[in-house]
């Protein structure tokens, strides 16, 4: 069983940056794949980007490629993700979330095992 908390997240101008962590309690977040997923009103959670457990490949959505970095941090037991070039339509709650097996790199929620409770990311105009 692992624990997941978001924070970070905020309010800014579009254009602007935010760094979001998410810190995992338990020894066995260096052998999880992690990903970033986020949820706008009304719409389905969707995938921003995967990690692998070593930290060495990762994953983006198209609409994120190029400015938002996804990395972590083993030894802190924490995920991060970096949005640069902020945009409105990136607004949502950000969830991360933690896939037991290590290797994978999934796009599907379905794959992920253990959530956060979200953070909330908003861009305005």
């Known amino acids: 069983q692992v624990q997941l908390v978001e924070s970070g997240g905020g309010l800014v101008q579009a254009g602007g940056s935010l760094r979001l962590s998410c810190a995992a309690s338990g020894r066995t977040f260096s052998t999880y794949a992690m990903g970033w997923f986020r949820q706008a009103p009304g719409k389905e959670r969707e995938f921003v980007a995967a990690?692998?457990?070593?930290?060495?490949?990762?994953y983006y959505t198209n609409s994120v490629k190029g400015r938002f970095t996804i990395s972590r941090d083993n030894a802190k037991n924490t995920l991060y993700l970096q949005m640069n070039s902020l945009k409105p339509e990136d607004t949502a709650v950000y969830y991360c979330a933690a896939d037991m097996d290590g290797t994978h790199l999934s796009s599907s929620k379905y794959e992920y095992d253990y959530w956060g409770q979200g953070t909330q990311v908003t861009v305005s105009s």
């Open positions: 990690i692998r457990w070593s930290g060495s490949t990762t």
